[in-house]
Nanobody, 125 residues
């Protein structure tokens, strides 16, 4: 059974940094695309970033480009989301997700099979 666990969230001021960690158990993530999504209160879940298992290509939503970086350590079965220059609009519960099937897109939540429980990120102004 595949399980994902996020950590690293917290309450920070605008401009600060956080690094989220997603640990995957029960699966070899070297052949797994991993995505980060977020959901703010009262809003729909949205794509944040993703990293392919094949080639390690990365993808970001426009509003986080240049501020967030996704990376992976297959040996540790861990994916990271480094978030710099945080803004109040980044406040949300952040989820990591995994899938073992290749899709041409990386931003559709319904294309991911496994999800973590989420970690809260709150950015104060």
């Amino acid at each position: 059974q595949v399980q994902l666990g996020e950590s690293g969230g917290g309450l920070v001021q605008a401009g600060a940094s956080l690094r989220l960690t997603c640990v995957v158990s029960g699966r070899d993530i070297s052949r797994t695309d991993i995505g980060w999504f977020r959901q703010a209160a009262g809003k729909e879940r949205e794509f944040v970033a993703a990293i392919r298992w094949s080639g390690g290509s990365t993808f970001y939503r426009d509003s986080v480009k240049g501020r967030f970086t996704i990376s992976r350590d297959n040996a540790k079965k861990t994916v990271y989301l480094q978030m710099n220059s945080l803004k109040p609009e980044d406040t949300a519960v952040y989820y990591c997700a995994a899938r073992g099937v290749w899709y041409s897109t990386t931003y559709r939540a319904n294309e991911y099979d496994y999800w973590g429980q989420g970690t809260q990120v709150t950015v104060s102004s």
